[in-house]
């Protein structure tokens, strides 16, 4: 039996759930501005619901983005604490891969290929496309980050054209729209459940890691140096 604890705070969302042998438990919150205030404590609640204690498990899952550069480093923190302390292995998720299942677990008969979008703020986007693979989903290329205006320029997009699903809120750009594709999804959040059903198939092949060697993934390295030597030197 695998225990598997995932956390995301990645963007405006704060999400927590637990895997525990193909069952799933999960909450999951708009958390605007509030991720260090509710992320602990619903960790606390979903173990305590499950009656399990943080020793019991054999691994944490968390979001490693793209996505919120505070976000990413809040949840990586509060992971680092939980990880050390228990002395666990962690498995980092992609938040976007996380949200391409997570329409693929909505909508089981779709079969069209999930590009998602995020905005990263700036007049960008993150983004990826994936098809699935039975339960799981595969991606098609890297993730990137780019001007929206962009996209309509990417050969494996061109090749697409339009048969494909938008999930995301950096939808709302009206140069990705022009893409028409066949259906666009902007409500949609990453969430901890579907880390932890990603998380299960990695620790499944032996693919966690050490938290030592965990790191997040901003896409946008140049901007997350500034703002880090920003917050070291505030004058």
Not at 6 to 17: E, I, M, P
Not at 22 to 41: N, W
Not at 112 to 122: E, G, I, K, Q, T
Not at 159 to 185: D, E, N, R
């Amino acid at each position: 039996m695998s225990l598997i604890l995932a956390l995301d705070s990645s963007t405006d969302a704060c999400s927590v759930a637990l895997y525990a042998d193909g069952r799933l438990s999960a909450l999951f919150e708009l958390a605007i501005k509030s991720h260090t205030q509710r992320l602990l404590p619903m960790v606390d609640e979903v173990l305590r619901t499950n009656g399990l204690k943080l020793g019991s498990l054999d691994a944490i899952a968390f979001g490693r983005g793209p996505g919120s550069f505070t976000g990413l480093r809040i949840c990586m923190g509060i992971v680092q604490g939980l990880a050390f302390g228990a002395q666990l292995p962690v498995i980092p998720v992609s938040t976007l891969e996380a949200m391409a299942l997570g329409y693929y677990r909505a909508n089981p008969a779709a079969e069209l290929p999930v590009l998602v979008a995020l905005d990263a703020r700036m007049d960008e986007v993150y983004w990826a496309l994936f098809t699935r693979d039975g339960d799981a989903v595969v991606p098609l290329d890297n993730e990137f980050v780019m001007k929206p205006e962009l996209l309509p320029e990417q050969p494996l997009i061109q090749s697409l054209a339009g048969k494909f699903i938008a999930v995301g809120p950096g939808w709302h750009y009206p140069a990705m729209q022009q893409l028409a594709p066949g259906t666009i999804v902007m409500d949609a959040q990453p969430q901890a459940e579907d880390m932890a059903l990603i998380a299960a198939q990695v620790w499944s092949a032996g693919g966690a890691i050490d938290v030592l060697d965990a790191q997040p993934v901003y896409l946008r390295d140049s901007v997350s140096w500034q703002k880090r030597q920003r917050i070291r030197n505030p004058n």
